[in-house]
T-cell receptor, first 111, second 112 residues
């Protein structure tokens, strides 16, 4: 099992550019989620999904879109990157009763 | 979710047991104690969880007091790679999605 994988590991964008952060899991977990973590801060939930075709907003969804067409994949799209979106992004997957497994993270810098 | 209190930091010598305490005096009967850790620059990592019985897995042991108001995570033979921030979380284990909320955690430094 590879667990939760994320690509890319690092990304630098210019303000206004768009991009997709990829996340995949091979554990057949129902739940997947995206968090961001700013330096010295805790995790903040962006979006989550409780199954293929079902997504919902977390606490900081603005500027991000998600879709879940398969159980395995949960990409996060930045529509128009802003410096405030500079952060480390973690994808997680879980299955009830909700022990979450995290990917290694994508470090995003928006100039 | 019940509030937890952990020491800000702890030190441990390599090869010795690391005992990380957590107070959760307002825990409810249906709330589990979860432990995660975050090694610098890596994603959070699940360690162990329990309800009222002591639990052990390949990473650690979890000792929960009889009144469930506190618990201790034990890393039996700490290594340098165990240097991380350790988070104790109390939450209901149900079938719905719950976002993960970390407190300040305990920064464990394992030294040679």
């Amino acid at each position: 099992n590879a667990g939760v994988t994320q690509t890319p590991k690092f990304q630098v964008l210019k303000t206004g550019q768009s991009m997709t952060l990829q996340c995949a899991q091979d554990m057949n977990h129902e739940y997947m989620s995206w968090y961001r973590q700013d330096p010295g801060m805790g995790l903040r939930l962006i979006h989550y999904s409780v199954g293929a075709g079902i997504t919902d907003q977390g606490e900081v969804p603005n500027g991000y879109n998600v879709s879940r067409s398969t159980t395995e994949d949960f990409p996060l799209r930045l529509l128009s990157a802003a410096p405030s979106q500079t952060s480390v992004y973690f994808c997680a997957s879980s299955t009830p009763p909700d022990t979450q497994y995290f990917g290694p993270g994508t470090r995003l810098t928006v100039l | 979710d019940a509030k937890t209190t952990q020491p800000t930091s702890m030190d441990c010598a390599e090869g010795r047991a690391a005992n990380l305490p957590c107070n959760h005096s307002t825990i409810s009967g249906n709330e589990y104690v979860y432990w995660y850790r975050q090694i610098h620059s890596q994603g959070p990592q699940y360690i162990i969880h329990g309800l009222k019985n002591n639990e052990t897995n390949e990473m650690a042991s979890l000792i929960i007091t009889e009144d469930r108001k506190s618990s201790t995570l034990i890393l039996p033979h700490a290594t340098l790679r165990d240097t991380a921030v350790y988070y104790c979380i109390v939450r209901v284990a149900n079938t719905g999605f719950q976002k993960l909320v970390f407190g300040t955690g305990t920064r464990l430094l394992v030294s040679p």
